[in-house]
């Protein structure tokens, strides 16, 4: 079996984009000297979507997907679908549910209709929708499965695909290969993300930029790394990957810490190679 390709989710180079858009040639150019094949974007930072198309077709980067705000696309399904089909994205992907939309929330209900209408438009486009976890959907609901599965049980896979987060599924408690597995024929991007923690830490989604949890003091130490330098065991999650029929693979880190986020993605990308992919 061959290996699959292996992309980078942008917002872990915001801090390069973010003030400076018109670095993006440049910082693409680093990515695919590195030897990632494609990339994950996340938001445009004010540039025209046939710009972003064209300079990734210049430097050989596959636009393979998109996160995109729940709200966003709630708001104008149709606009979004129409410009990541003019960058060539293959898969849009819900990134973070807002909590009053969470599992066991009044609005859990909506949102999950929500998402078969969203679906719908962007299978419409030629476009996939995907759902990327955090470990908040692993709750359990009143027969006792998790909200993870029960989302994907109430929204059809033509609707709707998986984008498992290795970090936050591991987080959870659970095995992130044999999720993996579990999805296997829906699960299309699989992201490897890395970490280490110790204890009982509070506010996790502080350190992806919520804002929304109550202040806790901190029992423990939680931080994201590179892929290879963290506590995750990749082969086991590599090999669930190919098995699941997954197309991509998606390097993320939403922090960085004392290294800069390029040198954490090229970090990750050598770690892979040395596993051959």
């Known amino acids: 079996m061959g290996k699959l390709p292996v992309g980078i989710q942008v917002y872990g180079l915001r801090d390069l984009l973010e003030e400076t858009p018109e670095r993006f040639e440049e910082v693409m150019r680093q990515v695919k000297e590195m030897g990632y094949d494609g990339v994950e974007l996340a938001g445009l930072y ?3 979507p046939a710009y972003v198309r064209d300079v990734l077709k210049k430097l050989g980067l596959n636009p393979v997907s998109a996160h995109v705000p729940l709200v966003e696309m709630m708001a104008d399904a149709e606009k979004v679908a129409k410009d990541y089909t003019t960058i060539g994205c293959t898969y849009i992907v819900v990134p973070y549910l807002p909590e009053e ?3 066991l929330t009044d609005g859990y209900g909506k949102v999950l209709e929500e998402m078969k209408r969203i679906g719908a438009v962007m299978a419409a486009h030629g476009l996939t929708l995907l759902y990327h976890n955090h470990d908040f959907e692993f709750v359990r609901l009143k027969d006792g ?3 993870y599965d029960d989302i994907f049980r109430q929204v059809g896979s033509e609707y709707l695909s998986v984008e498992p987060d290795t ?3 591991k987080v959870a408690g659970e095995d992130p290969a044999a999720y993996v597995r579990k999805y296997a024929g829906r699960v299309p991007i699989v992201h490897l993300k890395d970490f280490i923690k110790e204890g009982n830490p509070k506010n996790l989604y502080k350190l992806i930029g919520i804002e929304t949890e109550e202040a806790k003091e901190e029992t423990g130490i939680f931080e ?6 963290g506590q ?5 999650i590599l090999a669930a990957s190919e098995e699941a029929g997954a197309k991509w693979v998606v390097v993320e880190q939403d922090e960085h810490y004392d290294l800069t986020s390029l040198e954490c993605a090229r970090r990750s990308r050598e770690y892979l190679k040395i596993l051959g992919w």
């Open 167 to 169: 970090c936050w599924i």
């Open 232 to 236: 995750q065991i990749w082969e086991p």
């Open 224 to 229: 994201f790394r590179a892929v290879g330098f």
């Open 145 to 147: 499965t998790y909200g």
């Open 101 to 103: 939309y969470r599992p």
């Open 46 to 48: 004010g540039l025209e």
